[in-house]
Nanobody, 124 residues
Framework: VQLQASGGGLVQAGGSLRLSCAAS????????VGWFRRTPGKEREFLAA????????DYADSVKGRFTISRDNAKKSVYLQMNSLRPEDTAVYYC??????????????????WGQGTQVTVSS
């Protein structure tokens, strides 16, 4: 599966953005999808993940209550709604997919497929 992340941009603190992760390939079923971000000099940071049927989600404490992950398998897409953005949310955001029977995972190494990243910049 190939992933394409989009929806990044420049937003003021307190604003919102919705990131999209579009998958190409024959099927999107059975893929857990996660969102991560990276800032210069730091490791990839887990943000959120959703299992293939959308019944289970997981969030990092840093974004819990502000970010919401969802998916539409018919459109082969996963979304990250980001509200109440802060300057410290500035980063390159990536989506990643892992073929599995279910469940979610916070470890970047658990994901086999990665999108190219989309820049999010939050101004103060």
């Amino acid at each position: 599966v190939q992933l394409q992340a989009s929806g990044g941009g420049l937003v003021q603190a307190g604003g919102s953005l919705r990131l999209s992760c579009a998958a190409s390939g024959s099927t999107f079923i059975r893929y857990t999808v996660g969102w991560f971000r990276r800032t210069p000099g730091k490791e990839r940071e887990f943000l959120a993940a959703i299992d293939w049927w959308g019944g289970r989600t997981d969030y990092a404490d840093s974004v819990k209550g502000r970010f919401t992950i969802s998916r539409d398998n018919a459109k082969k897409s996963v979304y990250l709604q980001m509200n109440s953005l802060r300057p410290e949310d500035t980063a390159v955001y990536y989506c990643a997919a892992d073929f599995r029977d279910g469940g979610v995972d916070q470890r970047p190494g658990a994901y086999d497929y990665w999108g190219q990243g989309t820049q999010v910049t939050v101004s103060s």
